[in-house]
């Protein structure tokens, strides 16, 4: 599949998500690609007796209007960007829509923990359906970030070994070379604890040789997404819990990314359910990068882009 070179971001109105739309735009820029801002809305309806119990639907011109000023609002936002701005509304499930226009897109950015906004419509569950189902990477901007945006110096991302991770590791590297940022590896093992795959372990087993061991499978994977370019990669392998130490560093850092839907590699230590963990702690905006992702080649993050 040929990805459209489009940021699609998903407005509601509240204040998370036109931090979103900030950080949609810096993207953008950094690539040379169009924005897409889109506002998705459910019609509601209501039992009408006189139907024998069918349904009948309200009027959606007062939606349909409320719908049209969040967008406005959106695109307003982006005047001064130098951006090629398009916008749509979209009647559906929100997540359903997005994940919809994520098939064709090269990235889609939404908020979190929004309120008060075009009744919530967007945020919230969102931002947890849209990143386990969607086709390219997507990024989650948490409300504390969106409050004031920061460009992206440092990156931090997870990696367990498996393909998933290694897709992600890639779209960090590309991350980082679009934003000329530092890039640090992170592979966790939870030893101490004896937790998830490593409940197995005896208890006289060697700590540092598990975590040498692991960082030597760091090395080789970050070697692999390197391939050659000019970008350093810090690498740590440490003992404790994923989502924990993801989140730690999510204070420290302008992006984390993690990829979904791990499976194989090193237990699946750090992806799947711990993504969505990472999502729900995060400080800082994070990537995920669906496994799919992997399946189209280089991201179109590879090729020259406009500054």
Not at 263 to 290: K, W, Y
Request: a negative charge; proline letters at 4%.
């Amino acid at each position: 599949m040929t990805r459209e070179k489009v940021v699609v971001v998903g407005v509601d109105g509240s204040e998370a998500s036109l931090g979103a739309v900030d950080w949609a735009v810096a993207e953008a820029r950094r690539c040379g690609w169009r924005l897409h801002v889109v506002c998705a809305y459910a019609l509601p309806s209501f039992t009408a007796a006189s139907l024998d119990g069918g349904y009948a639907a309200m009027d959606d011109t007062a939606i349909q209007q409320g719908a049209q000023a969040v967008v406005d609002e959106a695109v307003a936002r982006t005047a001064g960007s130098g951006l090629v701005v398009t916008s749509a509304l979209e009647t559906g499930d929100p997540a359903g829509v997005l994940v919809d226009l994520s098939r064709e897109a090269s990235m889609v950015v939404v908020g979190t923990r929004g309120g008060g906004g075009f009744t919530d419509r967007l945020l919230g569950t969102v931002s947890s359906a849209l990143p386990a189902h969607a086709h390219c990477p997507t990024v989650v901007v948490p409300l504390n970030a969106s409050r004031q945006f920061s460009p992206v110096r440092r990156i931090v991302v997870g990696v367990d070994g498996s393909e998933s991770a290694r897709i992600a590791l890639r779209r960090a590297v590309d991350e980082a070379i679009l934003w000329d940022a530092e890039l640090t590896a992170v592979a966790a093992v939870p030893i101490a604890t004896g937790a998830g795959a490593m409940a197995w372990l005896p208890a006289a087993v060697d700590r540092d040789e598990v975590l040498a061991d692991v960082r030597e499978g760091l090395g080789v994977a970050v070697e692999s997404a390197v391939a050659g370019r000019d970008v350093r990669v810090r690498q740590h392998a440490l003992d404790g819990n994923a989502a924990a130490l993801m989140a730690e560093f999510s204070t420290a850092v302008e992006l984390v990314v993690v990829g979904s839907r791990g499976r194989g590699g090193f237990a699946g230590l750090l992806l799947g359910s711990t993504s969505q963990a990472v999502l729900h702690h995060a400080v800082s905006p994070v990537m995920v990068v669906p496994a799919r992702a992997g399946d189209e080649g280089r991201s179109p993050v590879d090729v020259p882009w406009n500054r």
